[in-house]
Nanobody
């Protein structure tokens, strides 16, 4: 099964930017619909963004729309999340995952370790 490794998190001031990366193992990365999720302390894991196999279609949670951009490079087996205009409420552990073509909330890969994003006010 696919293995996913998130990276790129860190501490940033409100209004700043970060670019997260998710590196996938295997030769079939281009067959996967990919998504980003996040989980804040004491909160449920929530959907952030998803991208289709070719990268042609993207979708976002309302809370990040206009600020975050999901993209992928299938030649590098990597999906990205560019986060701009960060807010303290974006503070969370961010995870990537393979998701169902029919429902982006249905996760079809093991959870990785995630990467911590902390936004200070």
């Amino acid at each position: 099964q696919v293995q996913l490794v998130e990276s790129g998190g860190g501490l940033v001031q409100a209004g700043g930017s970060l670019r997260l990366s998710c590196a996938a193992s295997g030769r079939t990365f281009g067959a996967y619909r990919m998504a980003w999720f996040r989980q804040a302390p004491g909160k449920e894991r929530e959907f952030v963004a998803r991208v289709t196999q070719s990268g042609a279609s993207v979708a976002y949670a309302d809370s990040v729309k206009g600020r975050f951009t999901i993209s992928r490079d299938n030649a590098k087996n990597t999906v990205y999340l560019q986060m701009n205009s960060l807010k303290p409420e974006d503070t969370a552990v961010y995870y990537c995952a393979v998701v169902s073509d029919r429902n982006s909330s249905v996760v079809q890969s093991p959870w990785g370790q995630g990467t911590q994003v902390t936004v200070s006010s």
